[in-house]
């Protein structure tokens, strides 16, 4: 899987858009952005994912960059329990036969304050 | 579609005892997950089944560490014996297709 980079830590306004970077320069034509989130100490989140196109659901929104070398994850009203450790992770999907375990990085740790 | 269950949520076991943890996948999930979370470490793999078979169990610590999956539902993880470094938070995640992994709650696991 390719390597992520993403910023230690970052802090948010409650009810403003949090907007969390990840840089993935190695990613290969085939790997997929993927985001899930850890809060406190529950188990792993997911909460999109994308290959190209920018995509968006319930929870928040995915912008990818056209040479795909960085995304950003969007939520667009930061709640207090939004509060979490964000992880991008590249990986193959599941549909172009990618089963394969997924690495986690240290994430960014979101703060969202009052 | 009921989650990924976990068992015990908590589990605190004397140094040398034996622990083993249940993960029930969601059901049809053929792929199945082990990882944890050291103290202050990162998550990290252990290993993957794909039914009842071990495709990569490249991540498992050492030989005290054994996973299992007869029948290809639930695992068990069992850790014989325990040691002090083993203390942490285990993590089971199942897979279907077109989609993300889906984490239990976890384990943990308090070795004194």
């Known amino acids: 899987d390719a390597k992520t980079t993403q910023p230690t830590s970052m802090d948010c306004a409650e009810g403003r858009a949090a907007n969390l970077p990840c840089n993935h320069s190695?990613?290969?034509?085939?790997?997929?952005v993927y985001w899930y989130r850890q809060i406190h100490s529950q188990g792993p989140q997911y909460i999109i994912h994308?290959?190209?196109n920018n995509e968006t659901n319930e929870m928040a929104s995915l912008i990818i960059t056209e040479d795909r070398k960085s995304s950003t994850l969007i939520l667009p009203h930061a709640t207090l329990r939004d509060t979490a450790v964000y992880y991008c992770i590249v990986s193959q999907s599941a549909v172009s036969g990618g089963y394969q375990k997924v690495t986690f990085g240290t994430g960014t740790k979101l703060q969202v304050i009052p | 579609e009921a989650g990924v269950t976990q068992f015990p949520s908590h589990s605190v076991i004397e140094k040398g005892q034996t622990v083993t943890l249940r993960c029930d996948p969601i059901s049809g999930h053929d792929n199945l997950y082990w990882y944890r979370r050291v103290m202050g470490k990162e998550i990290k793999f252990l290993l993957h089944f794909v039914k009842e078979s071990k495709q990569d169990e490249s991540g498992m610590p050492n030989n005290r560490f054994l996973a299992e999956r007869t029948g290809g539902t639930y695992s068990t993880l069992k850790v014989q014996p325990a040691e002090l470094e083993d203390s942490g938070v285990y993590f089971c995640?199942?897979?279907?297709?077109?989609?993300?992994?889906?984490f239990g709650s976890g384990t943990r696991l308090t070795v004194v």
């Open positions: 995640a199942s897979r279907g297709a077109n989609y993300g992994y889906t």
């Open positions: 190695t990613i290969s034509g085939n790997e997929y």
């Open positions: 994308g290959l190209k």
